[in-house]
């Protein structure tokens, strides 16, 4: 089966760091996903791990270890606008999401 | 960059009727494109993936009779909601991958209600 974990919500204060964190257990693995949705929109593509390691892109950067199945997403310098959901999401020969992290972001 | 247009936005239908969402590759060839549906604070789930020139792959759970895709051209996928009843009331969103692109593409959404 297929079973994407993470936390429902996080509370940080702006200008702090946050780290999002996702583990995964899936039949196949091709690969994992972060997304941002703010309510009510689409999801926007923030990063792509299929290597183990880091993937640093500006203030978010996005770490994989396929040996633990776990991902986590980081997020410096947090703004205001950075407040809304995280999503992970594995690809195997479709991708699957997790449920989400709502993210709030304190003044 | 590779866009993805979802159409119509926002629509309001009766129970009993159906309604069509379109999703438009604009700018890339799509040979296969996904179909979610997303309920207020919950993640996207898949319903079926859409393949051009042959039949959708759905997700268990879901009524291939009741939400059909057509996937005629490289460039565009229909999911029609036939015979609408409230509880399809949702927000649908398709995606695609552009071929240059790690990440898949997401449609603008569709907000459903169905009354």
């Known amino acids: 089966g297929q079973n994407i974990d993470q936390p429902t919500e996080m509370t940080a204060t702006e200008g702090a760091i946050v780290q999002i964190n996702c583990t995964y257990q899936?039949?196949?693995?091709?690969?994992l996903f972060w997304y941002q949705q703010h309510a009510g929109e689409a999801p926007t593509f923030l990063s792509y791990n299929v290597l183990d390691g880091l993937e640093e892109k500006g203030r978010f950067s996005s770490f994989l270890s396929r040996s633990k199945g776990y991902s986590y997403l980081l997020l410096k310098e947090l703004q205001m606008k950075d407040s809304a959901s995280y999503l992970c999401a594995v690809r195997d020969d479709k991708i699957i999401f997790g449920k989400g992290t709502r993210l709030h972001i304190l003044p | 960059g590779a866009v993805v247009s979802q159409h119509p936005s926002r629509v309001i239908c009766k129970s009993g009727t159906s309604v069509k969402i379109e999703c438009r590759s604009l700018d890339f060839q799509a040979t296969t494109m996904f179909w979610y549906r997303q309920f207020p604070k919950q993640s996207l789930m898949l319903m079926a993936t859409s393949n051009e020139g042959s039949k959708a792959t759905y997700e268990q759970g879901v009524e291939k009779d009741k939400f059909l895709i057509n996937h005629a051209s490289l460039t565009l996928s229909t999911l029609t909601v036939t015979s609408a009843h409230p509880e399809d009331s949702s927000f649908y969103i398709c995606?695609?991958?552009?071929?240059?692109?790690?990440?898949?593409?997401f449609g603008s959404g569709t907000r459903l209600t169905v009354v």
């Open positions: 995606s695609a991958k552009p071929p240059s692109n790690y990440g898949y593409t």
């Open positions: 899936t039949s196949g693995f091709n690969g």
